[in-house]
């Protein structure tokens, strides 16, 4: 769809610090051509300042950045914003609101391509046919959101960043807005890069999610990879609902307080096992107990204390069986579970943002 | 491919909005009264000129003489708005964006000659360079005889310049504040230099903030008269003083005010409709990320340099001449006592100018901000009429007034008084509006519903939660008084002069040394608030 050259991305050993406070600390990251990239992370733990740093708008401390193979970042060499062909959308989008609708799309064209039929090409991409001459103030939040994303893309970037792209909407149109993005971004082929928190978003739209954590990429896998194979106890809470529950392993097997479950790796002595709550079967009698039920429509989540009193949480794809206070068994029937080791486990801090009560 | 999307527009909710009511009688009737008094002058003054009839109303105006006095006025208005402008876009930028050395000095530096009133920078422009001023003094034993004259025009520029450019300077730093960075870096992302961000989005984010302080500037320059008539420069104002002063036909005088009020309508009328079609606003609020300090590099220390050169001009050198005149007056034993009188004159008009514009904003502000509406704009927008009219055209017109229709105030502070609220009073009006602003209705409804009647209500809730703004609007009014000089001059009870007015009549006398100490006096009493205001400003 684009004429220019999509263009890959490589990053080395990137470091970044604002005064003392170190912000990206060795940032390894390698984004294929025409790929979608999801950098996910908690607030604060440096995703933004990546994107900028990659955006030329911060300047590294160390390491080196490539685009379509052209180093940008590198010892001795900060190439400037407008040299890199790297289009950006901002958080709040940052419409200039001196120009109308057609002022702002063309903004990062040459003056000689900066035609009305140019302008307009890129308006009807996003869906904005005939908004030309509107003043971004009467505009609604997914219309600016819109106008950003044309006013990015209409230069012909080589790569495209987005800086939490749907922060700015309200949660009822952000859906919508997510799946506008995604085939559009498909249909341009171009290699993008967005920043976001939420772990659907990362899933939804990325190919390839990187999971940050204080200036570190922990994980960088396709988002069903990672879910099922979560390099360490922190990505798998912070990547979706996980049971993480201290086990006993011997041989190829643990002992957990919902019974024996099977390892991908074998090993032994104690060892933290992770259950996904939808791996998890409930059924009527047992020694253990259901806490609380939470309908959500679409399946019902269960947290059950065990007997040794750990909770656990358990997804069922139906409306409520089990009521409060319900005695029942849970039993796990998935694959072969991923264990870590309690080194491992007591390395990471436990995200604020997704705690479980298994974790506890 | 087809997007479709529900598109909601986002709306804002208007907290003045709330609570608007029908405003109570006695409220009413305050703010139509206090309407009536800021038009009291513009209606006279047409009263007046009605007199000597249309057609020789009209043979004034457009003599040769007035059209002299226009093209003479307006260059000079035009020339000092495009020169502080010049000096003050750049300096707002420099001090808040960039790494120059003692920034947060510079900050309150730059703004403080706007606490030099122009006919005191005059005075001190002319006690250096006039005849019988310092520099001939240190000349003429070398057998100098006469210097060129600084009077007329360029001088008369150059001073109104110097002490005016604050009011540019001021407009265009908040808005540098305020500009959102992340405007600036999508320009970059797009494949622009600084250069071109600087002049494709930061200048036009500006406009509205530099058009806003030039306004100042230019109907400062317009009704200006202490530093034109010092610099004997012919200007609108100086030619209807003289016309008042010098001659029993005082309709004519009357005239020339209209054509000046004139002039400083069309000024009104065009920046208004250049506001109106620059509208803007801002699509987000600014997100918490403070702007990058920009490093100048190689030019940091040419700047500061230059920053020096501006303020040894704008404040070293007056002050250091005015000081100089001091000591001299000191020798020759000007007497000190004579200066704490004319202070206390000043001190004591300002109090009641203060006073009673506070006393008259209340109303209008009450008004405009809790029972909106059509009065509400009407009153308000009288007000406003009042304080765009030249000091000279408003005492002009009182001067009539009080010698014909009310000669018992007629040269006693009534009168001046009078004149200061007319002209004053929205700047007491803009302080008192916004802290009410910051109140919240239904504090008012949590005290009615607890049983306090309205009157209850307003000095127990909204005066006390009003005082700052009550304090800055009459703090304001006060120092705006001391400074002023026209309507002091033509309207003071006879046998009362103030700092303002001895400044004056003593430099036109080329009496110097006499002038020094209320000068002095003048500016001291008006830094302090400055300093305190300036230094309020937020950091970045």
Redesign the interface.
């Known amino acids: 769809m684009l004429n220019g050259t999509v263009g890959a991305i490589e990053v080395a050993g990137l470091h970044k610090r604002f005064g003392r406070a170190p912000v990206l600390q060795g940032i390894e990251l390698r984004v294929a051509e025409g790929a979608i990239l999801a950098l996910l992370g908690p607030s604060g733990c440096g995703k933004t300042t990546l994107l900028r740093t990659l955006?030329?708008?911060e300047r590294a401390d160390a390491g080196t950045v490539s685009i379509g193979g052209r180093p940008v970042v590198g010892p001795g060499l900060d190439v400037?914003?407008?040299?890199?062909?790297?289009?950006?959308v901002?958080?709040?989008?940052?419409?200039?609101?001196?120009?109308d609708v057609a002022g702002n799309v063309g903004?990062?064209l040459p003056r000689k391509e900066r035609t009305a039929d140019r302008i307009e090409a890129a308006l009807e991409?996003?869906?904005l046919g005939g908004m030309a001459r509107r003043?971004?103030?009467?505009?609604?939040?997914?219309?600016?959101q819109?106008v950003a994303l044309a006013?990015?893309i209409a230069?012909e970037p080589s790569v495209l960043l987005l800086d939490e792209p749907f922060s700015?909407l309200?949660t009822t149109?952000r859906a919508?807005?997510r799946t506008?993005l995604h085939?559009?971004l498909v249909?341009l082929g171009v290699t993008a890069v967005f920043v976001t928190h939420d772990q659907e978003e990362a899933f939804v739209l990325g190919d390839e999610v990187a999971v940050m954590l204080a200036g570190e990429i922990v994980q960088q896998a396709p988002p069903a990879d990672l879910y099922a194979h979560p390099a360490t106890p922190w990505v798998a809470e912070f990547i979706g609902d996980a049971n993480l529950l201290p086990a006993e392993a011997a041989g190829g097997s643990a002992a957990t307080a919902v019974g024996e479950v099977t390892l991908v790796a074998g090993g032994s002595g104690p060892t933290t096992v992770l259950l996904r709550p939808e791996d998890l079967r409930l059924s009527a009698g047992g020694d253990a107990t259901v806490e609380l039920t939470e309908y959500f429509g679409h399946d019902t989540m269960y947290l059950v204390r065990t007997v040794d009193g750990t909770v656990v949480r358990v997804r069922a794809g139906a409306a409520p069986t089990h009521r409060r206070g319900d005695h029942v068994t849970v039993r796990y029937d998935g694959p072969a579970a991923i264990s870590y080791t309690s080194e491992a486990r007591s390395a990471e801090t436990p995200p604020t943002a997704a705690p479980t009560l298994a974790s506890r | 491919m087809q997007i479709v999307t529900a598109d909601r527009p986002v709306d804002r909710p208007d907290p003045a909005r709330r609570a608007r009511r029908r405003p109570t009688p006695g409220l009413a009737l305050g703010g139509l009264a206090v309407a009536a008094v800021a038009l009291l002058p513009l209606a006279y003054l047409l009263v007046r000129s009605s007199e000597v009839g249309l057609d020789r109303a009209l043979d004034i105006a457009t003599s040769e003489r007035v059209r002299g006095l226009l093209w003479r006025t307006g260059l000079l208005a035009v020339s000092v708005t495009v020169a502080a402008a010049a000096i003050a876009v750049p300096v707002a930028w420099i001090t808040v964006r960039t790494d120059l050395p003692l920034r947060r000095f510079w900050v309150v530096a730059t703004a403080l000659p706007l606490a030099i009133p122009t006919y005191v920078g005059g005075y001190a422009f002319v006690g250096a360079l006039g005849p019988r001023g310092i520099l001939q003094g240190w000349l003429e034993p070398l057998g100098v005889e006469s210097l060129p004259s600084l009077y007329g025009f360029w001088g008369a520029w150059l001073v109104l310049t110097l002490f005016t450019y604050p009011y540019v300077l001021l407009t265009v730093r908040s808005a540098v504040r305020g500009l959102d960075p992340s405007l600036e870096e999508a320009s970059r992302t797009l494949g622009q230099g600084r250069w071109t961000t600087l002049r494709r989005v930061v200048l036009p984010q500006l406009r509205p903030s530099i058009l806003a302080g030039s306004l100042l500037v230019g109907l400062y320059t317009l009704s200006d008269f202490g530093a034109v008539s010092l610099l004997r420069f012919d200007s609108f104002t100086r030619a209807i003083f003289v016309q008042y002063r010098a001659s029993l036909d005082r309709s004519t005088a009357a005239v020339l005010g209209l054509v000046l009020v004139a002039v400083t309508l069309v000024v009104l009328g065009g920046e208004f409709a250049a506001r109106r079609s620059g509208s803007y606003h801002r699509l987000h609020a600014s997100g918490a990320r403070a702007a990058p300090v920009i490093a100048l590099g190689r030019w940091r220390w040419p700047t500061f340099g230059l920053l020096c050169a501006l303020l040894t001009v704008a404040l070293i050198i007056p002050l250091a001449v005015v000081g100089t005149w001091f000591l001299r007056g000191l020798d020759a034993g000007e007497p000190i006592r004579l200066t704490a009188t004319l202070a206390g004159n000043s001190l004591r008009a300002a109090t009641l100018g203060a006073l009673a514009s506070v006393a008259a904003a209340w109303p209008v502000a009450l008004l405009a901000v809790r029972r909106g509406g059509r009065l509400g704009r009407l009153v308000e927008g009288a007000c406003w009429v009042g304080h765009s009219l030249p000091g000279v055209v408003v005492a002009l017109a009182l001067v009539f007034f009080g010698a014909r229709v009310a000669p018992s105030i007629y040269q006693t502070h009534w009168l001046l008084t009078l004149a200061y609220v007319v002209l004053f009073l929205p700047q007491a009006l803009g302080a008192i509006r916004s802290s009410l602003l910051q109140i919240s209705p239904s504090l008012e409804e949590a005290s009615r519903l607890l049983g306090r009647g309205s009157l209850a209500t307003t000095f127990r809730v909204v005066i006390p939660l009003a005082r700052p703004g009550l304090l800055a609007g009459g703090s304001l009014v006060f120092l705006t008084c001391m400074k002023e000089l026209p309507a002091t001059l033509l309207l003071a009870p006879t046998g009362y002069p103030t700092l303002a007015t001895q400044v004056w009549s003593s430099t036109s006398e080329a009496f110097f040394a006499r002038a020094a100490l209320p000068a002095l006096a003048l500016v001291l009493l008006s830094s302090i608030p400055m300093a305190i205001l300036v230094l309020r400003e937020p950091d970045r």
């Open positions: 955006a030329g708008l400037p914003p407008e040299r890199r062909r790297v289009g950006l901002f958080q709040d989008w940052a419409l200039f609101p001196h120009l903004y990062g991409l996003v869906g003043q971004p103030g009467t505009l609604s939040g997914g219309q600016q819109r006013r990015a230069p700015n309200d149109l919508e807005v506008e085939h559009l249909e």
